[in-house]
């Protein structure tokens, strides 16, 4: 009972040091630290007590470390269990969002102003993949961990054309035909991802373009089961990861459906260390379950706080001196990887509020690809609260050949703003967007609509906190070389 009552204790210090003020938490901090410290070691070796303590805070403190980490992991494993509860996992289903996403569909920050179509496929159990891709797509493949294996589309190989790729699994050792557009997953299962544009309110073309995409095994080439795309956009589904125990069980999982990559085994052997082992079972006792119960919850609410607000302090994350808005990619490098480093926190704030990685969204590629941007702080660098209201210029010649959008999303769930618009969004390739006379355009944030009718007003909803992203597809030498910029998110007083 003594035991039970300590990480009780000891895990509700931990919380509650997150959730205080700054000065609060500080001071929670520091008795906590120096209680720690302070735990008696007679003549060098811990008392039982303090043993006990210590293992239940190591497996504490790794459990959150374990949450953080595998955050690439349990997003893509989230969606594609989403997924396949709702459509079928079979390799010849691909959901398609029909109606563009909308407020449905809880994932990080979707974009609604593309089509949208994805698929997992198991070359462990299919073998080698072919994918069929119509011209004028813009897409990508990722293996499990999100990992870039390359893009395809405009920004692929194929440069819009379209063709035909072909995925092998790990370690493939059969022949490789010719003709294809060959890359080999690190992982066992793949993430293909499609995104189709369309101009104006007429979205049949597009979605009739899209459904001639064709995904099939290779030995199945002559006689491949009828694709079928039911569309997701008419469904409620929550593709977001766990902030609970089950977070650790999905994990558990994971690591038994894929390969252990060797640049893996130090943070696998923390996962080992609170009960997830390869070949193993995940059977973590009562007081374990515990432990990792508010070790996902706190692992969660320190990816939060990395992507929302510590994230924001690191130098260059801000894109422009005098501007809130945020890169999402200040390593550049699709692994977040630096000379002399991974920037880890920059890896969690990404995959806290977003999904998919590929060449085209983080290297400098002008007239291909897009480019992502996001602010969490008003222009007086407070957050954004729903109850209050907002104006946003931007100006004329936004950096974009194809087009770009503004998209608000709630703050706790990172997905489309549910506010009862049909989309939280304006973009420029619809026609619904309204400009100035020089090609600028002024957007309003509120809860009620504005008395000016020549503002893009975009509800919010009291009680739902939200953020904005900037998107732009095709972007040009503006963006890169910041001689465009955006304004900056002004409170209406």
Partial sequence: MKQKIKIKALLFTAIAAITLSSNQSATAQTSHFD???????????????AANQLQDELQFQRACQVYMWALPAMNMMSMRLASEKTFGDAYN???????????NTIITTANPDVIYA?????????GPIVVDLPPQMQ?????MWHRSISDIGFAGPDAGKGGKYLLLPPDYKGNVPKGYFTFTSATNRVFIFVRGFFKGSDLAPTVASMEKLRIYPLAQKDNPAKMQFPNASAVKLDMDFPRDISY????AKFINEEPAAPEDFYMRGVAASIGIVKGKPFAPDDHMKTILQKGAEVGYKMAANVSLSSYGQIPGVRLYPDRQWETLFLSGSTTFDTPTHRSVDEQIAFFHKAYSMSPAMVVKMPGKGAQYVATFHDSEGEYFSGENSYMLYVPANAPAKNFWSIVLYDIETRSLLDNGQPFPAFASNNGQMKLNADGSADFFFGPAAPTDAKLNWIKTVPGKDFFPGLRFYAPTEGFFDKTWKPGDVVKVK
Avoid at 35 to 49: I, Q, V
Avoid at 248 to 251: I, R
């Fill in 35 to 49: 209680e720690l410290s302070k735990l008696p070691f007679p003549g060098g070796y811990p008392t039982k007590e």
């Fill in 93 to 103: 289903i691909v959901p398609m969002w029909k109606d563009r996403p909308n407020a």
């Fill in 118 to 126: 994805m698929s997992y496929v198991d070359l462990k159990k299919d």
């Fill in 139 to 143: 897409g990508l493949f990722d293996d």
């Fill in 248 to 251: 650790f069980e999905n994990l």
